[in-house]
């Protein structure tokens, strides 16, 4: 075991951790922030991007001793401050991006990154940002959409029907 530090949603927390403990079961179990979910474990479906250091990271991918002295940023910190949902939130809301709402955390961590670094992304780009980011249930129209919208950019007629 040995001891870290970090600031998770703007809130410094201070634990033991393994050294084989990864940063989403640090925050899944040592810290109940059970928003960032867990889909394979395997780097593949993005269900557990977070922020580290303002970069969109999986963590599933790295221990949470590697995230010692880091701000790390979940989906639990992403309402505005009076709790209500944030732009890139109510879009989902809005255009209907998600279905069951597996992968709806990582995909709004992930759309918050690329809203970042690219204000008004394409379509294009949009699908192409979100390749690490797998959903079971929209066929992404809706949460392309989504994105788009939250940019402040046209979005052309309602949510559509799944694919
Ligand atoms: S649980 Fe991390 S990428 Fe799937
Ligand atoms: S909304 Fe169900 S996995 Fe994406």
């Known amino acids: 075991m040995s001891d870290v530090t970090m600031t998770v949603n703007g809130k410094t927390v201070s634990r033991a951790v393994r050294g084989n403990e990864l940063l989403v079961e640090f925050l899944r179990e040592q810290l109940r922030l059970t928003g960032t979910h867990v889909g ?11 922020h580290v250091n303002g970069e969109l ?9 590697e995230a010692d ?24 809301q809005d255009h209907h991006g998600l279905q069951c709402g597996f992968c709806t955390p990582g995909m709004v961590m992930a759309a918050a990154s690329l809203l970042k670094e690219n204000p ?34 046209e979005v052309e007629g309602g949510a559509i029907a799944a694919e």
């Open 40 to 50: 394979c474990d395997t780097s593949q479906c993005g269900a557990c991007c977070v």
């Open 57 to 65: 990271v999986k963590a599933c991918t790295i221990f949470a001793a």
């Open 69 to 92: 002295g880091a701000e790390v940023s979940t989906i639990e910190g992403q309402a505005n401050p009076d709790g209500s949902l944030n732009v890139i939130q109510q879009a989902f």
């Open 120 to 153: 008004k992304p394409s379509e294009q780009e949009i699908r192409h940002y979100l390749q690490g980011n797998i959903c079971r249930c929209t066929g992404y129209h809706n949460i392309v959409r989504a994105i788009m919208a939250a940019s402040g950019q």
